[in-house]
């Protein structure tokens, strides 16, 4: 029986929810999910967790929202903004 590897599990469970919130106005990139609004935009990031193991995968998943009218550069950061940036 074939096992799979966490690193592709993670990968397929990103690739999924990307698929299925696509439709609602969501982009990928990498691990990142993201909307964008006129002055601001919502995250989704996934975080592989150092503590995964062949036998378990785990992973957090970070939200936050980022206000381009309080970002340092303004607006126009907001389609490179990370969790890290978010209000």
Same mark, same amino acid.
């Given at each position: 029986? /074939?096992? /799979?590897? =966490?690193?592709? +599990? *993670?990968?397929? +469970? +990103? !690739?999924?929810?990307?698929? %299925? $919130?696509? =439709?609602?106005? *969501?982009?990928? %990139?990498? &691990?990142?999910?993201?909307?964008?609004? =006129? $002055?601001?935009?919502? $995250?989704?990031? *996934? @975080? %592989?967790? /150092?503590?995964?193991? @062949?036998? !378990?995968?785990? *992973? &957090?998943?970070?939200?936050?929202?980022?206000?381009?009218?309080?970002?340092?550069?303004? =607006?126009?950061? $907001?389609? !490179?903004? !990370? +969790?890290?940036?978010?209000?």
């Amino acid at each position: 029986m /074939t096992s /799979t590897v =966490p690193s592709e +599990v *993670f990968g397929q +469970v +990103v !690739k999924t929810v990307a698929e %299925r $919130l696509h =439709p609602l106005g *969501f982009s990928r %990139r990498g &691990t990142t999910l993201r909307i964008m609004g =006129p $002055l601001s935009c919502g $995250l989704i990031e *996934f @975080q %592989r967790s /150092t503590k995964s193991s @062949q036998e !378990k995968l785990l *992973f &957090t998943m970070n939200l936050g929202i980022v206000c381009g009218d309080l970002l340092e550069l303004g =607006p126009a950061a $907001l389609p !490179k903004a !990370k +969790v890290t940036d978010a209000h």
